[in-house]
């Protein structure tokens, strides 16, 4: 009798320990699934408890699925939609990692840096050379302000005057690696108006000094005489 209570006893211990196994593993796969968003299929048991209630988690797993799907798809368009953006834009537009390495490049910047072949996977100092520039994203990178500065860029034999605008900017990347945007306006015309504006100024000021001493000297001599 005490054998086969002691045997009986035995196999539900083995029992409810095989399901608390069974059930630990479930559990374990579905936290995992959660946590990397990935699918999953669970399949009933006949050594899991009653009170386990599979259907339920399955809509938990299936419904956070379904939200992370959503988030990402919604993520590639944004991207898509601002590398489109970025495309259109008149001015030159990089996209740099940390490293100064361009992931992106519109058509105007590759024909102003790299006479028109693409930049992408290139470091910027290998195609701008500037001291001031390289400074300046280096700050963006410390501080995540916005900055502008001013270099010069020799094409064809002519010196064009460029302002360029450096930002950081995250959530375009699959790993949230945040990269810094260059925006890069050409300013050539704007600076030269400015040094025509300064010259005529200075040529106006030195025309105007001549016939004014003429006069003061004129109404010196007349005050003499009187």
């Not at 361009?102 to 790299?114: D, P, R, S």
């Not at 994203?137 to 020799?154: C, M, Q, Y």
């Not at 010196?159 to 810094?180: C, G, H, P, W």
Request: charged residues 25%.
């Amino acid at each position: 009798m005490w054998t086969i209570l002691a045997i009986a006893f035995g196999f539900i211990s083995l029992f409810l320990w095989v399901q608390k196994r069974v059930t630990q593993n479930i559990i374990a796969e579905i936290l995992l699934a959660l946590e990397k968003g990935h699918n999953l299929i669970l399949e009933k048991s006949p050594l899991l408890s009653s009170s386990f209630s599979l259907s339920r988690f399955q809509k938990i797993l299936d419904d956070n699925r379904n939200k992370i799907s959503s988030l990402e798809s919604e993520k590639t368009q944004r991207i898509n939609e601002f590398n489109e953006t970025l495309g259109g834009i008149l001015d030159g537009s990089l996209l740099l990692d940390f490293r100064h390495t361009v992931t992106f490049a519109n058509e105007t910047a590759n024909q102003l840096l790299a006479a028109g072949q693409s930049l992408v996977g290139r470091r910027l100092e290998s195609v701008l050379d500037s001291a001031q520039v390289l400074e300046m994203i280096d700050r963006v990178k410390t501080h995540g302000k916005s900055e502008k500065a001013h270099f010069n860029l020799l094409i064809e034999s002519s010196k064009y005057d460029f302002e360029i605008t450096a930002t950081v900017i995250s959530d375009l990347q699959e790993n949230n690696e945040k990269l810094i945007l260059l925006l890069l306006h050409d300013v050539t015309k704007i600076k030269r108006a400015e040094r025509m504006r300064k010259d005529f100024v200075a040529n106006a000021s030195h025309e105007l000094r001549t016939p004014i001493t003429i006069i003061r000297g004129f109404c010196e001599n007349l005050l003499e005489e009187d």
